[in-house]
Nanobody, 121 residues
Framework: QVQVVESGGGLVQPGGSLRLSCIAS????????MGWYRQAPGKKRELVAT???????NYADSVKGRFTISSDNAKNTVYLQMNSLKPEDTAVYYC???????????????WGQGTQVTVSS
């Protein structure tokens, strides 16, 4: 089984910064991608950023230029540096890992429990 654990959420003022971390552990043969989604109250879960193993990244238009995703493949860890935060960034942020638990298995998305980010003065 694969476990995904996020950390780093909290309360920050508008214009501030936060850094989220996420580590995947357990029975992991290969990770194809890791990334972040978020869900605000009353809204659907939306993609924030994805890091594909191999180097490419994708961002939601709403966070481009403000958020940066990075990864440490050796540690199965992904980070989300969030700058110039806005109240509309307030949400629970979920990390996922698209991982194979064993050779030959189909990659599955494993999710963390989420970490709350609140942007408010």
């Amino acid at each position: 089984q694969v476990q995904v654990v996020e950390s780093g959420g909290g309360l920050v003022q508008p214009g501030g910064s936060l850094r989220l971390s996420c580590i995947a552990s357990g029975s992991i043969f290969n990770i194809a991608a890791m990334g972040w989604y978020r869900q605000a109250p009353g809204k659907k879960r939306e993609l924030v950023a994805t890091a594909i193993r191999g180097g490419s990244t994708n961002y939601a238009d709403s966070v481009k230029g403000r958020f940066t995703i990075s990864s440490d493949n050796a540690k199965n860890t992904v980070y989300l540096q969030m700058n110039s935060l806005k109240p509309e960034d307030t949400a629970v942020y979920y990390c996922y890992a698209d991982a194979q638990s064993h050779r030959g298995t189909i990659p599955v998305d494993y999710w963390g429990q989420g970490t709350q980010v609140t942007v408010s003065s």
